[in-house]
T-cell receptor
Framework: GAGVSQSPSNKVTEKGKDVELRCDPI?????LYWYRQSLGQGLEFLIY????????KSGLPSDRFSAERTGGSVSTLTIQRTQQEDSAVYLC?????????????FGEGSRLTVL | DAKTTQPPSMDCAEGRAANLPCNHS???????VYWYRQIHSQGPQYIIH???NNETNEMASLIITEDRKSSTLILPHATLRDTAVYYC????????????FGEGTQLTVNP
C-alpha cells in the first residue's frame, strides 16, 4: 500500500492478556517509530528502529512492552500481561533516511482497550 | 530538544487565514522547527519545517522570526477540514530524530 498500515485497528482485551500490534511501514522506509496516545493526551514516544535494530527504546514504559522488526520492514509491538493503563491508541510511523529527517509518515493507529 | 509553547486553542472563520503561533525561546542553532497536525481519530500529518528562512508549500507557510525564538504557521484560506490539533516541534535534524509532541493548539475552523 501507499501508506503505513497498522493492524488491528481496534483491539479489546481483558486485563492480564498479551496483545500484539502490527505495523507495515512504507516500502523503502528504513526508520520506524512507535508512539502511543492516551485519551485526550499528546503523543508519547516508545521506540525507534533503524533497520532491524532499535537504537532508542527509552520510551518503553515497562518490561511488559517489547518490539521487534524483521527484514527491515514489518514491526510488532507486544504488550504482555496488559493493564488498564495500557489502554491507548498505538501509532506507528516510518521515515526515509535521506529524505526530510523529521518527516514521519504515521499510520491510523491501533486502538487498544483493556477491560 | 527545545521546549515549545503554544496556545491551547484557537478559532478561525472559514476562508480566513489561520495564524498559529509557537514560542521556542530556547531553540539551539542546529534545531529545526517542524509543524504537524492531527485530525480527530487520525495519525499526525507532517505540514512543513524550516531552520531560519521562511518556508511555503502547498499546505501552509512558516514564518520564523529573525532571532528564531518564535514562529507562526499560516494556513492562508482555512477550511472546515483544517480543524485539527496543530503541533509545533523543534528537533535536531539527525538520523532517527525523535519528535517530542507537546499539547499543541486545537484549531477550530467555523463556518
Amino acid at each position: 500500500g501507499a501508506g503505513v498500515s497498522q493492524s488491528p485497528s481496534n483491539k479489546v482485551t481483558e486485563k492480564g492478556k498479551d496483545v500484539e500490534l502490527r505495523c507495515d511501514p512504507i516500502s523503502g522506509h528504513t526508520a520506524l517509530y512507535w508512539y502511543r496516545q492516551s485519551l485526550g493526551q499528546g503523543l508519547e514516544f516508545l521506540i525507534y528502529f533503524q533497520g532491524n535494530s532499535a537504537p532508542d527504546k527509552s520510551g518503553l514504559p515497562s518490561d511488559r512492552f517489547s518490539a521487534e522488526r524483521t527484514g527491515g520492514s514489518v514491526s510488532t509491538l507486544t504488550i504482555q500481561r496488559t493493564q488498564q493503563e495500557d489502554s491507548a491508541v498505538y501509532l506507528c510511523a516510518s521515515s526515509f533516511i535521506g529524505g526530510i529527517t523529521g518527516e514521519l509518515f504515521f499510520g491510523e493507529g491501533s486502538r487498544l482497550t483493556v477491560l | 530538544d527545545a521546549k515549545t509553547t503554544q496556545p491551547p486553542s484557537m478559532d478561525c472563520a472559514e476562508g480566513r487565514a489561520a495564524n498559529l503561533p509557537c514560542n521556542h525561546s530556547t531553540i539551539s542553532g542546529n534545531e529545526y522547527v517542524y509543524w504537524y497536525r492531527q485530525i480527530h481519530s487520525q495519525g499526525p500529518q507532517y505540514i512543513i519545517h524550516g531552520l531560519k528562512n521562511n518556508e511555503t508549500n502547498e499546505m501552509a507557510s512558516l514564518i520564523i522570526t529573525e532571532d528564531r525564538k518564535s514562529s507562526t504557521l499560516i494556513l492562508p484560506h482555512a477550511t472546515l477540514r483544517d480543524t485539527a490539533v496543530y503541533y509545533c516541534i523543534v528537533v535536531v535534524e539527525t538520523s532517527g530524530s525523535r519528535l517530542t509532541f507537546g499539547e499543541g493548539t486545537q484549531l477550530t475552523v467555523n463556518p
